[in-house]
Structure formats: structure tokens, C-alpha cells
């Protein structure tokens, strides 16, 4: 036979082959992949155009002024609240005031660059910088302020300016935390679309009660993470350290996984010196207020993908990718040890490690990684096992699968409400009229004449209406009459409810959840309790009664420096914007 020359090419048999063949051109294959959306027809972008010049056209000078600029946002099919990022995306005239040609021009690169929401906000909190693709944490601080400044469940914080920078802080804190899964602390445009933080947005010029978004913006929320930091922070510097730490919810994580958070694997606090990777204090390593706002979050809820990843860094000791059994050996020893001093009958190691071996059905047998406490349904049980004895004990008492309440919300919304309860049942009994800030007197002079300010207070249960324990409060917000603060109470706080306190002469005590407080003379008391709330017995304070000077006198006007040079911070994410 004939010997096949395997240089010929095979006969074309289909119409296709012949034509890519004989054509001198690639064929066209339409764009499928759009990064920053699918451009709208032309027509919709000159029709939005048109409607700007017109509305230009009818203000003085052809400039809008920030009191009109909600015109503005409406013209451009924005969500309300990008109202103050966009009217800060051009430069403005001296008169603080948006030129029109210049926004004009800002407003049709965008649209030609962006085509979604997503890429339309990134472009906007970036302030059209093309090479900065995405948000930083101080980008948020204006939109964040402009809530405050005019939601309609942000009220009775509105007069309170000192108070801000704290709600700001744990907002910009918590949308990190859930939105940023890469931990880079930028939020890519791919990042956002993944998320519902668009969508929060949106809802908060339709829903009056701030407490009802749950996610992000919840000053009740707010008001649990500060009493817990409040807590901690015994010196109310902002920062905590490891004996600060070791003392949240009754010592209940142990000092090594304590000692893992402070290494600086998970926490983001600001680096001084390349040898140096957290700020250092007299007791170590110091965790910012907002690494804080993390460790509660994840703590909470061990459920979440970020929580599970903090926890896996904290357990991954040496860095490997993989939970070895020596690892898990490493924290389980001092859950034992812990339990044997409590008279509570320990497990052996081995046979805990086989049925968290059970529970978790690693890929590879005898390591744990990251995928495989992310495909498990019951990581909280896992995590609470090696480094949190109370929640362990939890654990041990329950059924893991019970059916709860409210299975609509999440680990971190059941216990912010079952929190926020608590601290409001404490609220409840001051008869006398007193206003207390996490147990803090309220007033004192400085240099021998009382510097008071004007602090709205936010009402409390209405009677009748039930708390954020899974049932709607009401969206109106009753305004009570204002309390009567000393500047020095507000610079050591940020959240302004009135304490369940009775007050003797110089000295004062926070109750309890279920404490009876009986009158004593002079400076002393005594408070029988039932259950006690964690950390409780940190409450008792002492203060200076009015027109009391001297030593008060000085401690005022220091704390109130204090809180000045807090608020001028440069690492303070959003101090450039405030000020």
C-alpha cells in the first residue's frame, strides 16, 4: 500500500474547517467577560447627562452647594446615601460648593469606565482614582458620618459629635470583617458584588429603625461590642492587652489562644518598626478597638467564614496551612489542666481527638484544614473544644441538633440581643433620675466651675414592645429629654444610655442583671445579686459629686486632653475627615 505522509494535513470535511481555512481573519467572538459591568445603551447615559445640565443650569453660578446636592443624587439614580462620597469626588469651589463643568465631566468618565454598582461605588469612594480599584477603610468615614448626621434612627446621636467617631469606628470595623474575605484590608469591586453591603445601603433611606439593619448599621449592635470593650479597657486608653483580654466573659478562652491573638496573626492594629508587630504596652503586645470589634464578632459567631478563619490562624502555630495533631494536643492540654482544677471530669486526648476527627471527616486523615472546617456544620463545637471552656460545657449540656428559635438570625444577632437585653433591664431601675455612661457619674467641675453639655439620651423599651430578640421594635424613635453630661464623662465614652445605679455621696455601683442595690450613709452600700452578668463586678466606680474640685479638677481637664489627642490620632482611620 501506499505509505501515508503524516506532513498532509487530513481532507476538510465540514464547512467550518474550510472556512477557518481559507479566511484571513480570527473569528469574532463576542466579549463575555465585562470587570466592571455591561455597559447600558448609549442613549440611557446622554439621557442622565441632559438632566444634569438642566438641573445645573437652574442653580446660581452653575454650582450646588451640599444643601442641594440631594437634586443631584437623584439625577443620578444613586442610593441616597453616596450622596456625600459623590459630592467629595470633584473639587470644590472656595464657597464649598460642586462646580458644575467639573462634575459633569467626573460623572461621564465613570460612566464611561463603569457600568455596575459595584464598580460605580468603588470609582466614587476611591474619588476617581483609576488606579485604585478599591476601598480603603477611611474611604467609608463620610458616608458613615452622613448616616449618623441623618438617619432618622440615629437622632438622639446627632447633637453628640464627641460620640461619632465610635460608631463610625465599629461600622467601618464590622463591614471589613464581613465584606473583605481576602483580609487584605481592601475591598475589591468583586468583593463588594459578592456581598449584600450594596443592598444594606439601599434599605437605609427605606427603613426608619436603624436597629432593624441588622447588619452593619445596628447601634444596638454598637452599643454591646463598646460595653464589652468598655469592660476590658480598665485604663480607657483604646487599647487592651492580654490581662485586659483574659478577663472577657469570666476568663472563659485560655491564656495560649490569648497568646495566639496577640502575635499579630489576626490582628490589624497599626505597626510601629518592622521588628515590632503590634503596638507594645508596659503588659506586651496592646489590641486596638477595632481588632477588638473582630475578636468579638468572630468569637460569637464561630459559624462565619472570616470567624472560621481567625480561629484556624489562631490554632495554626506554625503557619503550615494544616491543624496537626500536636497542635490540637497543644490547646487541649490547658482545657484539661483547666477542668481538673474545676473538679470537672476530663476526656483523654485521644479519644477527644477522635471524635472531633468524626465530626470534622477531614480530606487527609489526621489533618484538619481550612476546607474542611469550612464543609463542616458544626466548626463552633470544634473551636469551643480546644481554646473556650464555657462554651465547651455549653456544648456538653445541649443537643447539638435541637431546632432553635429564630433560625432566621444568626449566632452573632442572638447574642447582640440577648446582650442589648440585658444591659437595658439594667437601665431600667433608676429611680432617682441619674444618668450614668457604663457606670460613670456623669458630673464634675474643671478648674473649680462645672463644664457641662447638653447629651440626648435614647428612650428605652416602650412598654409593650419587645427588644431585638427576634421581634420587631418600634420604628419610632421617642426622644427623651436630655441629660445633663460633664464633658469629661463624655471624652471616656460613646454610647449614651442612663445606668441602673443608685448614687451614695462620692461613690456609685452598677447593678446586676438581677441585683437589689440597699441605701447605706455617707460613701457606702452594699448590693445583694442573683445571677450576676460577666464582668460585673468591674462596674463599681467612684466619682466626684458636683461642685466638688482639686483632684477632680485635674483628672478632668487630663482625660479631656486625653480624648482630644485620641481624636487627632493619625492612625485614626476617619480623624482627617472629622476634624
Not at 496 to 510: F, L, M, Y
Request: net charge negative.
Amino acid at each position: 500500500s501506499k505509505p501515508v505522509n503524516r506532513l498532509i494535513p487530513p481532507n476538510i470535511h465540514t464547512t467550518l474547517q474550510r472556512h477557518l481555512k481559507n479566511s484571513t481573519k480570527a473569528p469574532y467572538i463576542p466579549q463575555f467577560h465585562f470587570p466592571n459591568g455591561k455597559p447600558p445603551p448609549t442613549i440611557t447615559t446622554e439621557t442622565t447627562m441632559q438632566r444634569l445640565e438642566q438641573v445645573f443650569d437652574k442653580l446660581p453660578n452653575y454650582e450646588c452647594t451640599r444643601d442641594n446636592f440631594q437634586v443631584i443624587v437623584q439625577m443620578c439614580q444613586v442610593p441616597q446615601y453616596w450622596r456625600l462620597p459623590l459630592f467629595m469626588c470633584t473639587q470644590l469651589t472656595p464657597n464649598g460648593a460642586v462646580d458644575g463643568d467639573k462634575f459633569l465631566h467626573f460623572w461621564r468618565q465613570m460612566t464611561s469606565f463603569c457600568h455596575d454598582a459595584a464598580s460605580r461605588f468603588v470609582f466614587i469612594m476611591s474619588r476617581g482614582d483609576r488606579t485604585r480599584p478599591y476601598i480603603l477603610p477611611e474611604d467609608f468615614a463620610p458616608l458613615i458620618q452622613d448616616v449618623v448626621d441623618t438617619h432618622p434612627g440615629l437622632a438622639f446621636l446627632k447633637e453628640a459629635a464627641e460620640f461619632h467617631s465610635r460608631y463610625v469606628h465599629t461600622v467601618i470595623a464590622r463591614i471589613f470583617y464581613n465584606v473583605n474575605r481576602s483580609w487584605t484590608g481592601k475591598i475589591t469591586t468583586t468583593e463588594l458584588r459578592k456581598s449584600n453591603l450594596l443592598d444594606v445601603i439601599q434599605l437605609l433611606e427605606e427603613e426608619e429603625d436603624i436597629n432593624q439593619i441588622m447588619a452593619y448599621f445596628s447601634y444596638e449592635h454598637f452599643y454591646v461590642i463598646y460595653c464589652k470593650f468598655w469592660e476590658l479597657d480598665r485604663d480607657h486608653d483604646l487599647y487592651i492587652d492580654q490581662q485586659d483580654l483574659a478577663r472577657h466573659n469570666d476568663h472563659a478562652l485560655s491564656s495560649r489562644m490569648i497568646e495566639r491573638i496577640f502575635s499579630g496573626c489576626v490582628t490589624r492594629s497599626p505597626r510601629r518598626g518592622n521588628n515590632n508587630p503590634m503596638i507594645q504596652g508596659p503588659n506586651g503586645p496592646k489590641m486596638s478597638y477595632t481588632d477588638f470589634v473582630w475578636f468579638l464578632l468572630a468569637e460569637e459567631d464561630k459559624s462565619h467564614p472570616t470567624a472560621i478563619e481567625y480561629w484556624f490562624r489562631c490554632m495554626d502555630v506554625d503557619g503550615d496551612g494544616v491543624l496537626s495533631m500536636y497542635e490540637l494536643e497543644y490547646f487541649y492540654e490547658e482545657q484539661q489542666h483547666r477542668m481538673e482544677s474545676l473538679g470537672i471530669e476530663t476526656l483523654p486526648f485521644e479519644d477527644c481527638l477522635c471524635q472531633m476527627l468524626d465530626m470534622i471527616k477531614p480530606a487527609t486523615p489526621g489533618c484538619v484544614t481550612l476546607a474542611d472546617l469550612k464543609r463542616c456544620k458544626m466548626t463552633p463545637i470544634f473551636f469551643d473544644t480546644f481554646f473556650n471552656l464555657e462554651k465547651y460545657m455549653e456544648h456538653e449540656q445541649r443537643d447539638p441538633f435541637a431546632q432553635r428559635e429564630n433560625d432566621d438570625l444568626t449566632d452573632w444577632d442572638r447574642y447582640a440581643a440577648q446582650e442589648y437585653e440585658l444591659l437595658v433591664a439594667e437601665e431600667g431601675g433608676d429611680t432617682q433620675g441619674h444618668c450614668y455612661i457604663f457606670g460613670q457619674p456623669v458630673l464634675s467641675t474643671i478648674a473649680g466651675g462645672t463644664a457641662r453639655m447638653r447629651l440626648p439620651v435614647p428612650s428605652l423599651l416602650q412598654p409593650g414592645v419587645t427588644g431585638t430578640g427576634g421581634t420587631r421594635r418600634s420604628t419610632t424613635t421617642s426622644t427623651v429629654s436630655s441629660t445633663t453630661v460633664h464633658c469629661t464623662s463624655v471624652s471616656a465614652t460613646t454610647v449614651h444610655h442612663s445606668r441602673s445605679t443608685a448614687q451614695r455621696g462620692g461613690s456609685c455601683k452598677a447593678t446586676s442583671t438581677a441585683s437589689s442595690s440597699t441605701s447605706g450613709s455617707g460613701g457606702g452600700g452594699s448590693s445583694s445579686s442573683g445571677t450576676s452578668h460577666a464582668n460585673n463586678s468591674d462596674r463599681k466606680v467612684h466619682g466626684a459629686p458636683e461642685g466638688s474640685t482639686g483632684a477632680a479638677s485635674q483628672t478632668s481637664m487630663h482625660t479631656s486632653r486625653k480624648m482630644m489627642a485620641l481624636d487627632s490620632d493619625p492612625n485614626t482611620f476617619y480623624s482627617a475627615f472629622l476634624v
